[in-house]
DNA sequence: GGCGTTCTTGACGGGATGGTCAAAACAACG
DNA sequence: CGTTGTTTTGACCATCCCGTCAAGAACGCC
């Protein structure tokens, strides 16, 4: 049933994983029950396990579906463009994923808190593959002298500690910023392109 | 029974509340079980309600106990210090805390990822005055040319974001960093440090 | 329309979990 | 010791929650 076969299935395998995905990221996986995703779905709940054999394939169905949309940004990332550009660049794409998809990010969020225990093995190769590879390509950079040196992967982990902040703490930043509703994206841009450019300036 | 008379009260509501930062912080409020904390805590559960009211109770007087231990760091930033060094202070200060107390920040990590149902209230008060009594320090040291002008409340959440990243994502930091059980916080810091220094420079 | 397949659901089982209670064990103090 | 107040616990209850099942509804194809 992992490859959809009619367009009812097609359908109602989306619909409840677009349910899953809000009530997952709400709550984490122990907090969320089924009766709540077949709620938000709009299905009963022994339709949702006509799909999915259990509420754990639904929740890993859910991650491994995301992954690559989360790591594409870092892919992206050229070794023959301008090192600051290119950055820049991806920072500007992690606060976009950050701000369009937040129920994404809490959710990898709940998982990665918990010592991601249904996710340990990708983080440990796919993730930490992509970011050597990368890092091999920052060296790169530093080496030529067109940014500053600085430990590669530290580097990586302040785009994604600094841009998913945005999404996985939304309700204290609005509730520090203090200003009724105001989207706090345009300053966090603004404020992550100033930092990232003093701090890769040579 | 908030206020402990005797040294059997004191020593036991201490016993509970660490067993239950173990357990709240491994898996939140819902992931949680009362069986867990007593388990840890060598109790037997009707004792643990012996002491405090409802799994509940436990978890609010946890998260009120802690919050000022939590603050304490951007607290101690002083006016009439020099800018930079009380800036970099309080980085160090925050990042020390996330290396000695994990459970803790990952405690209000997951408190805070699910909108602070029961910390909403702190948070849009005592904390969101707290950074806008210090924003006010740091526009005034920007209008005293001593630090770069930044927006200072995103100053003030990059400082968070950064820091806490170690220990909210200790297992995917040390995935990626894949050293072993090296202790990543030694080069974390020189990396913070010269990320701040740049920053804050004019 | 008829018929096999796919889809949907009400009712239910069984285990986990928060919380109660009454009685037993223990401590303190005369 | 004996009495009084504190602490501890085994047994239990009610509810929640994941998952099952059998039967019915809808669909697709002839």
Redesign the interface.
């Given at each position: 049933m992992s490859q959809p076969r009619t367009r009812i299935q097609a359908r109602n395998q989306e619909t409840i994983l677009q349910a899953a995905l809000d009530v997952f990221s709400?709550?984490?996986?122990?907090?969320a029950t089924l009766d709540q995703i077949a709620d938000v779905a709009g299905l009963s709940k022994p339709n949702l396990l006509y799909y999915f054999a259990s509420k754990e394939a639904i929740y890993t169905a859910l991650l491994s579906g995301l992954l690559d949309t989360w790591l594409d940004p870092l892919r992206t990332m050229r070794a023959d463009g301008d090192p600051v550009q290119e950055l820049l660049g991806y920072v500007r794409r992690k606060l976009d994923l950050a701000r369009d998809y937040p129920r994404e990010s809490?959710l990898f969020?709940?998982e990665?808190?918990?010592?991601?225990p249904r996710m340990?093995a990708v983080?440990?190769g796919d993730?930490?593959d992509l970011?050597?590879e990368k890092s091999i390509v920052l060296t790169q950079w530093m080496d030529q002298g067109r940014i500053?040196r600085?430990?590669p992967?530290?580097?990586?982990?302040?785009i994604?500690?600094?841009t998913?902040?945005?999404a996985?703490?939304d309700?204290?930043?609005r509730?520090?910023?203090?200003e009724e509703g105001r989207d706090p994206y345009p300053?966090?841009r603004?404020?992550l392109e100033?930092?990232f450019r003093?701090?890769l300036?040579p």
């Open positions: 709400a709550t984490g996986f122990r907090g809490r969020a709940n990665i808190l918990q010592g991601a340990r983080i440990e993730l930490a970011v050597a500053a600085l430990h992967v530290h580097l990586i982990f302040s994604w500690a600094l998913q902040h945005y996985d703490f309700m204290q930043v509730a520090v910023l203090r300053a966090a603004e404020y100033t930092l003093k701090l300036t």
